[in-house]
């Protein structure tokens, strides 16, 4: 499998969309609720323990950071969404910088949207799909932190998902992933080939 994941480097953190990078890159966005694992992902997927930045406490990370991992390919990491605690001015914020990125971003070529396996299609979860759709943005699901279920409970919950995804029209592709046992990673490395144009 192509391994040019393993050389994604911090480049930038945009707090607003003026300060997003002006390159021509291919980009692939990151989104998912605060504790869903995103950053525990982005890491195991690039081979790396502190690229992208773990936190204790949900909801840290309010900036959009950039990691290229060569001339002409990209990695966004976007805020995590929907944690309570954050201050509704902060979210609000969020949501702009959100909206301003996935809306505006001409390079976007598709969204990973990451999600607990245990808890998936939370309402700011089905929110992110729809923007996605109506922006005709191509949408990847991460079923994260699969190795908390049993093998049997997570194939379930694998085509649940699936089903309800077909069933409320959405298009996107769902897989299992595990950042602890390193499972999934052929599969999300494909998606991101594909879409980042690595065949």
Same mark, same amino acid.
């Given at each position: 499998?192509?391994?040019?994941?393993? !050389?994604?480097?911090?480049f930038?953190? /945009?707090?607003? /969309?003026?300060?997003?990078?002006?390159?021509?890159?291919?980009? =692939?966005?990151?989104?998912?609720?605060?504790? /869903? $694992?995103?950053?525990?992902?982005?890491?195991?997927?690039?081979?790396?323990?502190?690229?992208?930045?773990?936190?204790?406490?949900?909801?840290?990370?309010?900036?959009? !950071?950039?990691?290229?991992? &060569?001339?002409?390919?990209?990695?966004?990491?976007?805020?995590?969404?929907?944690?309570?605690?954050?201050?509704?001015?902060?979210?609000?914020?969020?949501?702009?910088?959100?909206?301003?990125?996935?809306?505006?971003?001409?390079?976007?070529?598709?969204?990973?949207?990451?999600?607990?396996?245990?808890h998936?299609? +939370?309402d700011?979860?089905?929110?992110?799909?729809?923007?996605? &759709?109506?922006? $005709?943005?191509? =949408?990847? =699901?991460?079923?994260?932190?699969?190795?908390?279920?049993?093998?049997? /409970?997570?194939?379930?919950q694998?085509?649940?998902?699936?089903k309800?995804?077909?069933?409320?029209?959405?298009?996107?592709?769902?897989?299992?992933?595990?950042?602890?046992?390193?499972?999934?990673? &052929? &599969?999300?490395? +494909?998606?991101?080939?594909?879409?980042?144009?690595?065949?």
């Open positions: 499998m192509v391994s040019n994941y393993r !050389n994604a480097s911090y930038i953190s /945009a707090s607003r /969309a003026s300060e997003f990078p002006g390159h021509e890159m291919l980009e =692939v966005g990151f989104a998912g609720r605060s504790n /869903a $694992g995103k950053s525990s992902a982005i890491n195991t997927l690039c081979d790396q323990k502190s690229l992208a930045r773990t936190s204790k406490t949900p909801g840290r990370t309010q900036l959009i !950071n950039f990691f290229p991992i &060569d001339d002409v390919r990209c990695l966004v990491d976007l805020p995590g969404y929907g944690y309570a605690k954050v201050p509704e001015k902060i979210r609000r914020e969020w949501q702009k910088l959100m909206e301003s990125y996935l809306g505006e971003r001409k390079q976007l070529r598709g969204l990973v949207v990451i999600m607990d396996i245990r998936p299609l +939370k700011y979860d089905m929110q992110m799909l729809d923007w996605c &759709d109506q922006m $005709g943005t191509p =949408v990847h =699901v991460l079923l994260t932190k699969a190795d908390k279920l049993k093998k049997g /409970a997570a194939s379930k694998l085509l649940s998902v699936r309800i995804l077909k069933d409320e029209g959405f298009k996107a592709t769902v897989q299992m992933f595990s950042a602890l046992k390193k499972t999934g990673i &052929d &599969d999300l490395q +494909k998606v991101l080939n594909e879409w980042l144009e690595l065949d």
